[in-house]
Each structure stands twice: as C-alpha cells, then as structure tokens.
C-alpha cells in the first residue's frame, strides 16, 4: 500500500485599509469697513451740554463669518483723556464726546473696548452670527454731540482729535476689519458780554446836595471766554460828553465829574477819566482782572451804586426840570 502524499496551499490575502483623514478647521472669514466722510467738524458754546456736530457719518460694515460667532463694531479713541486737544494742555475727555447711533439715545464714549484706551470707547453693535446670516451688511448712521458742561474753564481755541471706528469677529477666527479714522475739529470761539440786572435808575434831585443818591443798584455780569494770550479783562463805565452827561434838552446840564460810581461797595468815584471808550474826561475803569489758566473762561459781577453831587460850580443853581442821560457800560479783553 502506497503513501499518499499531502499538499497543502496557503492562500494569504493583503488587505489595505485606506483611512482618509479630513482635518477640520474654520474657514478664514472676512470684514470690511466703511465710512461715509472721513471729517466732522463743531462750533462749541461754552458750558453748553448740546454741542452738535455738523453732519452725520455712516459706518457700513461688511462680514462673511463661519458661525457660530458675534460681530462687534466698535467707535473708540487713543486716550480718554485727550480726546480732543488743543496741544496747549486743554482737553476734552471721550467722556464729554457721545454718540448717537441709527437714531438712538446718545452715549458717551466711557467704556474699553479691545481697541481703545482705557474708558475711551462705546460699543455700537452686536450681532450673533448663525448660518442664516453668516454673510451680511449693517449700517451705522452716527450723530455727534460734545457736552462741556462739566469743562467750565475750557479757554478759546480749536480742540482736535481721532475717532476710530473698527469691527471684530469675537469667535473662531477673531477677524477684524482695517480701522477708519475721522478727524474731529471743534472750534470754540472768543466771547465778552455784559449784562445788566436792569437799565434805568432814578434821581431825586435836592439843589445843592452834595448826596443825591440813586433809586437803586445795578449789577453788571461780565462773562468772557478768552484765547490763552489774552491777560486781562477791564470793564469801564462812560459817558459820551463829559460836559453833558445829564441834560434837560434846553441847554441845562449835568456834567459827569458830577456823576459818581460806588462798585461792590467801594468809595464812590467820578466819571472824570478818559477811557477807551466815550467822550474825554468821561469815564472810569471799574474793574481789571488778570486773566490766568485759572479763568480764562470765567465771570465777574460788578455791583453798582449811583450818586449826582450838585455842589460844585453852577450846579446849585440847576433850575427844575427833568435830566436825562445814558451811562453806558463795557468791557475789554486786552491784549
């Protein structure tokens, strides 16, 4: 019996696994930012807490974002504190600037945002960012306003400054958009009033009195806002003619070396001087102040008395009638 002889066959079999391998990330979004002028300019009033800017200025911003995701549009300064300057070292803070966004209330600009200094920006919008929206465009009309009701002694001149106005992508990606400057100019002009608490005083004339005293004070208010060169504000009371302050139309005077001024209860002093306003040997300075950093937007108040002396030379002869005549009051800013 013969042997059998066994065969055997190993059949192997190569098997490849191909792992495909997808490495997920964000795909790199995009903004933009626009404005619609790259100015805005204002004529301030002092202490005024309304001071307008001249136009409105439109912020268009433009996204594609992966969601999900916000869209942060932002309007800041550098610095809180000089905002807008004079570079003479007179300031308005971001906090007296606000804004007024698509119609809204106005803010001021008091908040950090990423990009501005400390306290020197204001958010204006906020946008979540889905699948629906991940690409769009919003606009921002702005309106400006600078309050100087708490910037009593800010002094004549033109304060400017920059306003950036900037988006942010606050998610995956963080994109930004170029910041857009404006150029702010305020211009706050010189003043000088006077004002009266009234305007007439009557006299009730005794012949040959030397005391013939007004039927009541006035108070005269000088308020000033002055440029940082001025040194000095001088407020003078005056008479046109000398020889006829008072007059009763028929050829019957009162001279003004008659006439006296009593100021915040001082001695009272005849309007015999020349001043820079009114006829000679006419008038008198009554105040002069000095003008420092301290006041160069300011105010005085003047209270005034009034005397006519009728004792000197042909006045106790005065006939009875009755004399008119108008004391005129004014201040100069020198130099």
């Known amino acids: 019996?013969?042997?059998?002889?066994?065969?055997s066959v190993q059949v192997g079999v190569l098997l490849t696994v191909l792992l495909f391998c997808t490495k997920l990330g964000w795909t790199k979004g995009t903004i933009t930012l626009n404005l619609s002028s790259s100015a805005e300019s204002?004529?301030?009033?002092?202490?005024?807490?309304?001071n307008a800017g001249n136009t409105t200025i439109t912020a268009t911003t433009n996204w594609s974002l992966?969601?999900?995701?916000?869209?942060?549009?932002?309007?800041y300064f550098a610095n809180s504190t000089t905002a807008l300057t004079d570079s003479a070292g007179h300031n308005i803070p971001s906090s007296a600037f606000n804004i007024s966004d698509n119609g809204g209330a106005f803010r001021a600009l008091t908040n950090t945002t990423p990009f501005s200094g400390t306290n020197a920006g204001l958010q204006l919008e906020?946008?979540?960012?889905?699948?629906?929206?991940?690409?769009?465009?919003?606009?921002?009309?702005?309106?400006?306003?600078?309050?100087?009701?708490?910037l009593t002694q800010l002094p004549a001149a033109t304060y400017t400054g920059t306003l950036f106005v900037q988006a942010q992508a606050a998610g995956p990606g963080g994109e930004t958009s170029v910041p857009q400057a404006i150029t702010l100019t305020a211009t706050l002009g010189e003043s000088l009033s006077v004002s009266l608490s009234a305007n007439s005083v009557v006299f009730n004339l005794n012949?040959?009195?030397?005391?013939?005293?007004?039927?009541?004070?006035?108070?005269?208010t000088?308020?000033?806002?002055?440029?940082t060169s001025r040194t000095t504000v001088a407020l003078y009371a005056y008479f046109t003619d000398a020889g006829a302050a008072l007059s009763d139309g028929a050829g019957d005077n009162i001279p003004s070396s008659a006439f006296s001024v009593s100021d915040n209860g001082g001695a009272f002093a005849p309007l015999t001087n020349t001043v820079g306003f009114g006829g000679a040997n006419a008038g008198i300075q009554l105040a002069n102040t000095a003008i420092t950093s301290a006041n160069e937007n300011s105010s005085r108040t003047d209270a005034m008395s009034f005397n006519i002396d009728l004792t000197s030379g042909t006045l106790p002869q005065l006939p009875p009638a009755?004399?008119?005549?108008?004391?005129?009051?004014?201040?100069?800013?020198?130099?």
């Open 322 to 335: 009755t004399y008119t005549g108008t004391l005129r009051i004014q201040a100069q800013a020198t130099p």
């Open 1 to 7: 019996m013969g042997h059998r002889k066994s065969t």
């Open 222 to 227: 000088t308020a000033w806002v002055l440029k």
């Open 42 to 50: 204002f004529v301030l009033t002092a202490a005024s807490s309304t």
């Open 66 to 75: 992966a969601p999900p995701n916000t869209l942060n549009v932002y309007a």
């Open 126 to 150: 906020s946008i979540d960012i889905t699948p629906f929206n991940k690409n769009g465009t919003i606009n921002d009309v702005m309106s400006f306003s600078i309050n100087l009701s708490a």
């Open 207 to 220: 012949a040959g009195n030397a005391n013939n005293a007004g039927s009541s004070p006035i108070t005269a």
